[in-house]
């Protein structure tokens, strides 16, 4: 009963995380694709190209790397190879992403806890043509950090749901698959 408790409070948790990385995700997209087409109209329509928005738009780039890696290592959507995964039942494939989850946290968690001594010497130097002067950390080290830090959080909690509750489920749900790349066959 504690431990479905706890789960529940972990998922959740998760859940509210990969709502606001979604939601950041599209308004990052938004970001790049409007910036950019305003930079074409000014730089041919005016001939007066806006010197920002390269850079602001390659960090929005940053940015939604890193956040959609987060987001796609709770729904267990990163890079997998299912080679040998077909030979095993339930309990080698829950021994199997107990083993996956145990490296990424301890990964994740090692990034995690050498990213503040990143981000203190990458604060040393600002951006270059954005309207504001902002630390260059929080374009290159800062999005390492959210990704290392929340990824290592979820492979807590998703070994938590694997070792106590037995359970393979994700803690969010994987896209449906309809949205997946697997290819349609011939009708």
Known sequence: MLAKRIDGILAGFIRIVARIEISALVVAMIFIIASIALQTVT???????????????????????????????????????????????EEGLRKIAILSHVIIFLGCGYLAWIAPAVISLESRSSTIALPIDVPRSWFYSVPLFYFAFVTAFASLARLFRLIVLKDLTPLIAPFPVEEQDIPLTAS
């Open 43 to 89: 730089r041919y329509a005016f001939g007066r190209p806006i010197t920002w928005v390269e850079e602001g738009a390659t960090y929005a780039f940053i940015w939604i790397t890193f956040v959609g890696a987060s987001y796609g290592a709770k729904q267990g959507k990163l890079i997998k190879v299912e080679l040998f995964s077909a030979n095993f039942a």
